[in-house]
């Protein structure tokens, strides 16, 4: 009875994998994997307290789409106070040229009673101590100029900082508010509104539609023969009649043991290379709303460019 059992079990399997599988021509590797999306953590920068949240789980976003905001009701404080420095800073300036304008115009009538004090001199109705006193007038007017003008660049150099500070809190602020940096779907919330995160804490992880991939292992006189841009196809259990054309983007350069998901024991103990077959970004543009991760599926590789397609592999997604 055991017997029977086991033969039919194995005719069984003979039968799904006849008719599931097309007959491969020489030139065409394949391997079961599981298709996957590159995750991206959107975190946040600084620790804070979560605001708002615009997306929930499964939602499709854009590059640059806001998806939650925190709290910066203190950054807005601090740029306030940044902003009225600036503006102090700015009076402060106009103050000091102002003065450099006075010492400046004191240093013209100085110089001008010099040449006055001189012409007397020669004429003898003053005496050379009325001219040393002139001098030394016009040495402190200009000794005062210098000074102001030195205040001036003073006031302009703190100006600069205070607008850097404007500056920073404003970029600081805009952090504040997260954003998706790729298309794609949130996968997970992992925060709520109101929880207070440290910098770095995760508040959505989502899937970047652009990179999916499958990963295969092959043996080593089929991975030996594989290159990069080779052709590929995707077909998964959940859409067994529908390929999706890929091709070779990367190939392990070590071999290792196959995880569990290859379907015998006896594969898993060979030594195998990990093959990843990545979908066009572009097919993926068009058809976002339909990428899954995780789906169990079989990849196909044509290694030999000589190779056809059986019919079961040409048609598109």
């Known amino acids: 009875m055991l017997a029977v059992l086991v033969a039919l079990s194995v005719a069984g ?43 929930d789980e499964g939602a499709m976003v854009t590059a640059g789409q806001v998806v939650a905001v925190m709290d910066t009701r203190d950054l807005n404080a601090s740029l306030k106070k940044a902003e009225a420095q600036v503006e102090l800073t700015q009076k402060a300036i106009h103050e000091a040229r102002a003065n450099v304008d006075q010492l400046h115009s004191q240093v013209v009538l100085t110089r001008q009673e010099i040449e006055r004090t001189q012409t007397l ?12 006193q002139r001098q030394q007038q016009l040495d402190s007017a200009r000794a005062a100029e210098v000074a102001a003008l030195a205040r001036v660049a003073v006031a302009e150099h703190a100006l600069q900082a205070a ?24 996968e997970y919330r992992i925060a709520n509104i109101g929880e207070v995160l440290p910098a770095g804490g ?10 999916v991939y499958m990963d295969i292992y092959l043996p080593t006189l089929v991975a030996g023969q594989i290159k990069i841009g080779d052709d590929a196809r995707i077909l998964l259990d959940a859409y067994p009649d529908r390929p999706i054309p890929a091709k070779v983007t990367f190939i392990a350069a070590q071999a290792q043991f196959t995880p569990k998901m290859v379907e015998t024991q006896t594969e898993r103990d060979k030594l195998m290379f990990r093959i990843r077959v990545r979908v ?25 460019p000589k190779a056809d397609w059986p019919e079961r592999l040409q048609g598109k997604p």
Do not use: C
Request: aromatic share 10%.
């Open 163 to 186: 607008e850097h500070d404007v500056e920073l809190y404003k970029v600081n602020i805009a952090d504040n508010a997260l954003v998706a940096p790729r298309d794609g779907r949130i």
């Open 280 to 304: 066009d970004a572009d097919r993926l543009h068009a058809h976002a709303e339909a990428v899954r991760s995780g789906l169990p599926g079989v990849g196909f590789v044509r290694f030999d």
């Open 13 to 55: 399997t003979g039968y799904w994998w006849l008719h599931r599988m097309p007959l491969l021509p020489a030139g065409i590797a394949v391997g079961n994997g599981r298709i996957e999306a590159d995750p991206i953590d959107i975190a946040t920068k600084f620790p804070g307290r979560i605001f708002q949240l615009f997306v």
């Open 202 to 211: 995760k508040v959505f992880t989502m899937i970047d539609v652009s990179y």
């Open 121 to 132: 001199l020669k004429n003898g109705w003053t005496t050379k101590e009325v001219l040393d």
